[in-house]
């Protein structure tokens, strides 16, 4: 399955932005999903895992209550909605699918997007 993650910008703090990740080649329905950011620096971290039907999500802590993942299974898409945006969450946004075993360690995905930069001024 081919990966392209959309959606990223420059956003005021306090703003919302929602990132898109289409699939091609295979249908995502069948794969769980997870995004992970990337501020410059520092290493790619957990941000929110959505199960292949949707039912089950977990986030990071440090987004919870702000994002939601969700998918739209007709468009081959999943969504992460980012609201009450922080400076902190200024990062290179990615998209990834089919975890291995452990959702939150990006190692274990063997599919994965090109990112999208999110970029948030105070």
């Known amino acids: 399955v081919q990966l392209q993650a959309s959606g990223g910008g420059l956003v005021q703090a306090g703003g919302s932005l929602r990132l898109s990740c289409a699939a091609s080649?295979?249908?995502?329905?069948?794969?769980?999903v997870g995004w992970f950011r990337q501020a410059p620096g520092k290493e790619r971290e957990f941000v929110a895992y959505?199960?292949?039907?949707?039912?089950?999500?977990h986030y990071a802590d440090s987004v919870k209550g702000r994002f939601t993942i969700s998918r739209d299974n007709a468009k081959n898409t999943v969504y992460l909605q980012m609201n009450s945006l922080k400076p902190e969450d200024t990062a290179v946004y990615y998209c990834?699918?089919?975890?291995?075993?452990?959702?939150?360690?990006?190692?274990?995905?063997?599919?994965w997007g090109q990112g999208t930069l999110v970029t948030v001024s105070s």
């Open positions: 959505g199960s292949s039907s949707g039912i089950i999500t």
């Open positions: 080649g295979r249908t995502l329905s069948s794969y769980a």
């Open positions: 990834a699918a089919y975890p291995k075993k452990y959702y939150s360690d990006y190692r274990e995905y063997d599919y």
